[in-house]
């Protein structure tokens, strides 16, 4: 029996077709472990040689912090984690960037915790002589701009700017500042990073693959089991969403079933690893590898 597809919806065609495609890789490693191969490296040197702390703190706000929260329900229902866009960073999610900016020698880069400091920022737009000042002083002032105007402490998304070169942090998950950070280390190989920048508005996958891999390969490196599970839990529906967003910018109409398609097949995918994780190693093991509060069944998912 044949099936005419010229009757059928357009938009269950294209979901289908992701979905046949989230089955068959579901367990595949799409992100596979890639390093960011760094031959040389661009530092503004008013950046490396700043007197001021790598990484600062915002002072806790309750009421703003609050608000945040709950703005940020949206992404932690997305994401299936409370502690997306939480604005209160751990001791363990500030450690792990740490170590991370050390060893890929990021001294330049400013990691702020759940901190709102527009002034600062464009202090540092203004040295990051790296990038050209054109592109400082359109995409960059209005990057900057756009932090002061909706600050992340009560809209979230954490997110690193290149042209303060700034880690902005609302969600305590070590994975998700882990890929931020990897940005950063993309970035710092770039001779001409205000055009990398401004390719993103056109090409995000591209960023995004290279600074999820090479999370993956840091984890792997370090033999973090457990940061393994929570990358794969994390970071591949957040990829899913771009995968979805992509290809919803060539069928504009199918955009938001499209975009749900990938982030429900990058959470299928994910488990799907973390399956094989735990075949390879017994869930005791990996339970007791985890700090106590980053075990699944108490604070990550809901």
Not at 255 to 280: D, F, V
């Amino acid at each position: 029996m044949s099936i005419d597809v010229r009757k059928r919806n357009p938009t269950s065609l294209l979901a289908g077709l992701l979905a046949v495609a989230a089955i068959h890789c579901s367990g595949c490693r799409v992100l596979a472990p890639v390093p960011i191969h760094v031959e040389s490296q661009q530092m503004a040197p008013e950046l490396v040689d700043s007197k001021s702390p790598q990484v600062e703190l915002g002072r806790p706000q309750p009421i703003i912090d609050g608000i945040g929260w709950v703005v940020g329900i949206p992404n932690k229902i997305i994401l299936w984690d409370r502690r997306i866009d939480r604005h209160k960073i751990s001791e363990q999610t500030i450690d792990s960037t740490v170590d991370y900016l050390q060893a890929n020698n990021l001294p330049h880069v400013k990691v702020r915790a759940n901190q709102y400091n527009p002034l600062d920022d464009w202090h540092r737009l203004t040295q990051n002589k790296v990038v050209a000042w054109p592109w400082r002083y359109s995409l960059g002032a209005l990057s900057v701009a756009g932090e002061a105007i909706f600050p992340g402490r009560i809209v979230g998304g954490d997110h690193f700017n290149p042209f303060t070169q700034t880690i902005h942090l609302y969600s305590d998950v070590p994975a998700v500042a882990l890929h931020e950070a990897a940005h950063a280390k993309d970035f710092t190989r770039r001779t001409y990073q205000g055009t990398y920048a401004a390719s993103y508005l056109f090409v995000p996958l591209w960023h995004e693959t290279h600074a999820s891999q090479d999370v993956f390969a840091y984890l792997e490196e370090r033999e973090d089991r457990a940061g393994l599970v929570e990358a794969n839990r994390i970071l591949y529906p957040a990829y899913g969403t771009y995968v979805g967003s992509t290809v919803g910018n060539f069928f504009p109409a199918y955009s938001a079933p499209l975009y749900y398609t990938g982030l429900i097949a990058g959470h299928i995918n994910g488990r799907m690893l973390n399956r094989e994780l735990e075949q390879q190693m017994p869930s005791e093991v990996l339970a007791s590898s985890e700090p106590v509060a980053l075990r699944p069944s108490e604070t990550e998912s809901f």
